[in-house]
């Protein structure tokens, strides 16, 4: 064990393909040595013999030979009975059923804490049929068919306790309709109403340890909190919610079922693809606004999207101040915890397995309202020609750009080449032509996403294990692109003595994926009627950079062939990522007297990501770089400055994490108080390290390369000159927190609770007078039970809580640094020196983003748990956010980024969970609605109006959100031209760049909110019998769009497939069309800044309202009591369909809020999928 972790550690800074090699042996090693220890533990039973015994002796002595400590305070004690029993070699329920049966009191497993506390007198009526009852006879089993000695069997009609024998035998007494409860540690409770017809129970109880829609607790990364002593704002999703859906990731499943959550679309993050979320809204301006991914205790560095959901055991979200302050100065925007499942303390193997199929619909080619049909586009074209749009292009022999086929059809025809009658047939041809319908054969597929994953888990009193692999294969929509993850988790706790207690764990993702651009290359250089391919499916070529007379004469004087056929391209680059993240973690717990235990946790990670690009000389952009760098003398080629052969492109980043912390933990129950605390001192440090080289003249069998001058600058063709790009770059980070923190929750009588927490951090980051200062982030929360007050008379509401709590959390900012960095660079334009630029001025006072939140909220139940939910309010005040400031220029800088900025929000949730009807079929329903707004308080710059008009994501503007949608006030069109009237100073205007540029801020349009202010999701389950069906529907509302519009501007001659909106056919053309249409005339020469004012003034608003259909999910399940020869202990199978539809949105033109598309880009909404598959265990 020991040599196991010292090797770990000294392997830290060797190269990642043998730390990974060391992981996995290490895990394979590890989980075989634990299925050993576990063989022998098993056989490890309790022998004790007491004779009238104090209750609180028998404690300690079970304590020593279990590791369990008791909870009792001294008015339980008090009540307790002396204790005379004797048992030899029997696990701990039997002991613990043999104990309580004489005792008025009752107890209750809480982890490695048995909690007991008095039995509830409770009155019952007597039955006229008291007097006739029988004994009713069966056998407790497991789900493998082990009987369950000490299992405990209730007759709750008549109050009634007895507990099974060693084979798992019971007798008890009762009638037909009593009601049965039979409950056992570790596993699932079982009801059920007894029978004249049941001669013998059978009775199998599942795995568990508790509901499977209950939340019993709450993990904040640093210790898991009971429900009812919470004081802050949490949310967790629930489980058969979560697990009901189907998703390669983790955080995509917590869409519509976590409150507070929201997901961002039509939003750029700096998360490398990850899904851009908010938890309560934003806050902060410029600095990171994700919240912190905890998994199993530690900040997770790597990307989550990797994590294999199937591993999930519970996600708890830390929504205020109270939840999440204990992480401080990174726990700002919300904390995510995730914690991954482990083995259980006596438990058998027990195997699980879980595999699916998804198959998504192809994408709708003809959602993306900027693409114009092929005959609208060659009328435009015609119009174009006709006003010498094209005169230049067609006379230009330097840089020969690119000329449509319907522009050279017209050239050809103006210089006497073509008739017109053959122009008249050919335009015809082309009309009927939509380069969609290639796009959609050639390019894009139905995209399927296979998943697997298979676990083992189980343990004993001595140890617990978990062990899991996971492989999921990803075909994306468009071919050559896809994903392969494969994943191995192996979770170990060894009870070394009753006090000792030791865990390790292992963890390694390996991801491989295929990248394929060229239909985002190629769309870019399309028309409406291009072909790739002919009726035969034999590619054709489009013109790409050059035109064609360009191509054809190149190909005569020595040069690579210039021609660029799209369906050549694809597959032709390998474009390969493998990444690669391994977590190995730790830790020791000592318990020195029950209930204080000190505990050291390590964790380190390291992550790599290998990015190869290889490019032959058959793809299109190696001969073009060697074409453009080719030395040419009087027209011919005579040599190649970039050497024939491929190029590759390398790249590879690191991220390497060390996570150390060391804690003490108290807990203590007396009389009617319990107190909980932690202390503790944790250091943690990321190091990043990212390089890229080009490797010319490549051959991709031999592995040689050809070296280059990247120094001296070169003629390149058809024009110009510059130097051949060296594609090296070093890069390194790295990110050092040193933290302390505390924490501490006290409640009397189960009625009122009130905690504290505080925490100081310092980062290298920070300014150096921030780090001397050491102020703490800190938090305080109440919790009042007001129903287990003796006054409180209210029987059909049973659950009544008031929680309130205030306190800060803060935000890393690590964008820039306290102290003044610079870049290096090399080869300087002119001189080819090296240099350096100022890239961060240093500021001492620099410090984290500070957010005070303030909560408070109600918990509420009906009686028989019919309904319950949480109500909370809150606002937050955001101060030292990171901004500019403006400096007097004679500093020697115009503006300074540090603290210089404010922010404040508020908002609601609510949470609702209803049980609706019972019997055979139920139906449950759970409603989460948040209502979340920010506003900037304080910002120094103040912003132009053509930064904020547009897509609202623009300058901050106090009074405003950070994101807000702007918009240029409309008058509508000109009556006889067909031109758009703005305001300039009030007055009706056509001044396009007085409207565009000297437009103040405060005559702009505020239309709302960029981001949804209302959202949530309304979850319906039905179950009848082994049938289950469930709808989620999710909604966002309360907020606002720029629609893509006609821009005139951006028709080129490069291209328009993606950059001519089909407004156009709806445009001013004749007197009267004003009062049917407000898209602008045609007018030529066009107008940048006229067009501008169009597409961003107000009456391109749209609401982003909408009501979604988000999945439906059909399901069966087999289980051993219903089907005695499964082999399985159950098993399921579904069907699950996903981005089922919207069933309404605000907006009249058909657009998908969640997906607007912008010039040249090929936004398209998430096809519907459907998934099918099954899972169980054994």
Known sequence: MYKFYSKSKARVPMRVNLAMQQCLRSGVLLTLLLLSINVIARAQQITIKETRAPLKKVFQDLSKQTGFEFLASSAVLDVSQPVTFSVKDQPLGVVLETIFKTQPLKYEIRDKIIVVTKKEVTQTSPRKDQTTTAIFKGKIIDTIGNPLPGATIKNLSRNLNVTTSNNGEFEIDGSPGDE????????????????????YLTIVLKTGTSKLNEVNVVSTGYQTIPKERITGSFAQPLKNEYENRVAPDVISKLNGITSGLVFNANTLTTQGGKPDINIRGRSTIFAND?????????????????????????ISVL????????????????????????????????????????????????????????????????YLFGKGFYDASLANTSSYPVISPVVSLLAANRAGTVSTNDLNTQLNVLRNIDVKDQLSKYFYQKATNQQYAINLSGGSDKAIYYFSAGYDHDLASVKDNSNQRFTLNSQNTFFITPKLEVNAGINYIRTNTQFDNTLTQTARRLFPYSQIADKDGNPLPISYNYNQTFIQNSATTGFLDWTYYPLKELGATDNTTKTSDARISTGIKYTFIPGLSAEVKYQFENTQSDNRIYQSQDTYATRDYINTFSVVNNGVVTGYNVPLGGILNLSRGNTISNNVRGQLSYSNHWSDNDLVAILGYELSQTTGESNQSILYGYNNDLATFTNIDAIDSFNTYPTGSQSIYSGLGVQSTIVRVRSSFANIAYNYKDRYTVSGSARIDGTNYFGVSTNQKNLPLWSAGFKWDIS??????????????????????????????????????????????????????????????????????????TKNGDIAGSLEYYFKRESDLLGFKNFPENSGITQLEGNFSNMKGSGYDLSITSHNTKGNLKWNTTLLLSHATDKVTSYDVQPYSYQLAGSGTGAPNINRPVFGVYAYKWRGLDPATGNPIGFVNGSPSQDYSAITVNTPVQDLVYEGPARPTYFGGLNNSFSYKNFRLTFQVNYKLGYYFMAPALNYSTITTSGAFLRVNNQFNDRWQVPGDEKRTNVPSLVYPFSSSRDQFYKYSEVNVESGDHI???????????????????????????????????IWRKNNKGLDPDAVPTTDNTTMPVPRSIAIGIKGNF
């Open 1108 to 1142: 979604r259909l988000q999945d439906i999910t059909l399901s069966y399940d087999f289980t051993k009591s219903t089907y005695h020869r499964l082999p399985f202990a159950a098993l399921q199978l579904f069907i699950y369909a996903n981005n089922v539809g919207i």
């Open 290 to 314: 994700q919240p912190l991914i905890v998994v199993d205790n530690f900040p997770y560095s790597g990307d989550i999207n990797n994590i294999n959901p199937n591993d999930v055991e519970s």
């Open 788 to 861: 287990r007050e003796s006054f409180y008379k209210l029987d059909w509401l049973p659950v009544l809580a008031l929680r309130t709590s205030y306190g800060y959390n803060g935000n890393l900012i690590q964008s820039i640094t306290g102290i003044t960095t610079f870049q290096y660079y090399s080869n300087a334009t002119y001189t080819n020196y090296n240099y350096a630029l100022i890239s961060n001025i240093g500021n001492p006072d620099l410090r984290w983003e500070k957010t005070g939140i303030a909560n408070i909220g109600v918990d509420f139940g």
């Open 319 to 382: 929504k205020d101040a109270a939840a999440a302050s204990i992480w401080g100065v990174r726990a700002g925007n919300g904390v995510i915890v995730i914690t991954t499942r482990k083995g259980k303390n006596n438990q058998a193997l027990k195997i699980g397995f879980n595999a699916n199929l998804t198959v998504f619909n192809r994408p709708d080619l003809n959602y993306n309202p900027n693409q114009l049909d092929a005959s609208s586009y060659i009328g435009l074209e015609q």
């Open 180 to 199: 049965i409860s039979v409950s056992f540690i570790g596993f699932l409770p079982y009801n059920f109403h007894l029978n004249d017809k049941l001669d």
